[in-house]
């Protein structure tokens, strides 16, 4: 009984994974042309020989303070929040969001190498991989499922709806 009430919770966090997931692998290719863009390719050139001299223990440091600037940021997003700014605070948040995990990926792709030299970061590295593959096994059939409802396709009561709300539509935009 508790497994099912945990399923719903199970998907969510599937979900918010596979969010962070596909923001990480879009933002990545973004991230290079903006370094294409401006001289960052310089940057991430001199980032890269200065890694290579470092221990695994010191890399790990370089990946993990380009995010402390960041923070201050989401806290300004959070007052604006509490104070009713709720697009400003939804703008501030997302662009948080994303300089936070462009830059993460940026920092990643140079100290990846190193980082993976450290037995317990590679096994880590590994689990959010399995659990990356996990979360889009589980969620998976949901979105086949939101596609066939989409579709319109089948012989359920949601298929039925929408086919009528398509017709609806439909009559509404040619009585204008």
Known sequence: MLRR????????LAIIFLIEAWLWDHCEPIV????????LARFKQWLSERV??????????VFAVPIIP??????VGLWLLAH???TSAVFTILFAKMVGVG?????FDVTRDKLLEMHWFEQLYELVLRLRAKATELVEPIKGR????VKGNGEGW???TLRLIQRFRKSVHEAR
């Open 32 to 39: 290079a042309r903006v370094v294409a863009l401006i001289p």
């Open 70 to 75: 960041l923070f201050p940021l989401k806290l």
């Open 84 to 86: 009713e700014y709720w």
């Open 158 to 160: 949601s298929a039925r």
């Open 52 to 61: 290579d001299a470092l221990s695994p223990a010191m890399t790990l440091i």
């Open 103 to 107: 830059v993460t990926a940026f920092v």
């Open 5 to 12: 009430f945990l399923q719903p919770v199970w998907v969510l």
């Open 146 to 149: 939101i596609r066939e409802l």
